[in-house]
């Protein structure tokens, strides 16, 4: 069994940044591919970035050029670096992990979840 633990999140003013992060329990670590999802009041638990095994990256649209994916194996640890925050982006922000280690969407383990708040 794989433990997910967010941190990060708070409350910052639109055109502010947050770094979230991801601590993963257990020795697979680097063998998962590892992703974010996040979910807005209301609205459906969507797909933000992940990151495979190899590091190759992989982001929705709506995150490209301002949220960047990383990971550091060592820490069993994957990364969440959100820059130039919108009000839309006030979310709650899910890490996630897939044993396969190429994303294939197919999440095998969620963290419980950290609150992002952008205000304008």
């Known amino acids: 069994q794989v433990q997910l633990v967010e941190s990060g999140g708070g409350l910052v003013q639109a055109g502010g940044s947050l770094r979230l992060s991801c601590a993963a329990s257990?020795?697979?670590?680097?063998?998962?591919?590892m992703g974010w999802f996040r979910q807005a009041p209301g609205k459906e638990r969507e797909f933000v970035a992940a990151?495979?095994?190899?590091?190759?990256?992989y982001y929705a649209d709506s995150a490209k050029g301002r949220i960047t994916i990383s990971r550091d194996n060592a820490k069993s640890t994957v990364y969440l670096q959100m820059n130039s925050l919108k009000p839309e982006d006030t979310a709650v922000y899910y890490c996630?992990?897939?044993?396969?280690?190429?994303?294939?969407?197919?999440?095998?383990?969620w963290g419980q979840g950290t609150q992002v708040t952008v205000s304008s």
């Open positions: 996630a992990a897939d044993r396969g280690g190429s994303w294939s969407g197919d999440v095998d383990y």
């Open positions: 257990g020795r697979t670590f680097s063998s998962f591919a």
């Open positions: 990151i495979t095994w190899s590091r190759r990256t």
